[in-house]
């Protein structure tokens, strides 16, 4: 089965554009389950730019599917997860001065930090997941983490201008997600996917959920988000379907 995570963060940008009330994210969370989303994500930074603790904590008690809450490898964050219990924590880059999460985590630079983040996490009952881009080598070194899951960066497939590019992203995204699944990693997906693009990286059977977000908030600004979810499921689960 291949499950769909709609993140919510841009909902909060436009709430936080005017340090407004709304729109609420919390609304938007319910919507997107009610559109057939299978659990709901979302980056809680370092610098609160879109997502606030409010908004995490409510989001606790109100998903009836799944809640991740992407954030970094800090113990600020690790506290904060330990305290909220979602069900899945994604760890991931931050740069202050970058408009969105700019590539992978370099889990190879970075293992004496990550490591013990994922252990603690862990020991608290929540599944960890590690935001890498689609390089052999970080897949390994994810797995020596001992996290359960990857979630590979698509930018590259995503941001691809041309059939040799797409077709060398694709191959990436590919040799990371098998290699991942023979390591016992489950396997996930995300960033800059939209409908047009979704097609082949859903057709991937070793790819157990996409993590979407970007795209279907701009389609809910037009259609409603309960609409932007319904149309974001049938394509993934109709190249899904074509693959088999």
Known sequence: ????????????????????????????????????????????????????DRDVQVLRQTVRTRLNIEMAATQEM????????????????ERREELTTEGGLDVVLNAMQVRPVVRTIQEGGIEVSLFVDPELEQVKEAHKLDARAIEINTAAWSDAVDARAREAALRNVTDAARLARKLGLHVHAGHGLDYRNVGPVAALTEITELNIGHAIVARSVLVGMERAVKEMVVAMRSARMGRV
Do not use: F, Y
Request: no cysteine; hydrophobic share 45%; glycine share 8%.
């Open 78 to 93: 690790t506290h904060l997860a330990l305290t909220v219990k979602p069900d899945q924590v994604t760890l991931v880059p």
């Open 1 to 52: 089965m291949l499950r769909l995570g709609v993140n919510i963060d841009h909902v909060a940008s436009v709430r936080q554009a005017r340090r407004a009330r709304e729109p609420d994210p919390v609304h938007a969370a319910v919507l997107a389950e009610l559109g057939g989303a299978d659990g709901i994500t979302v980056h809680l930074r370092g610098d609160r730019r879109h997502i606030q």
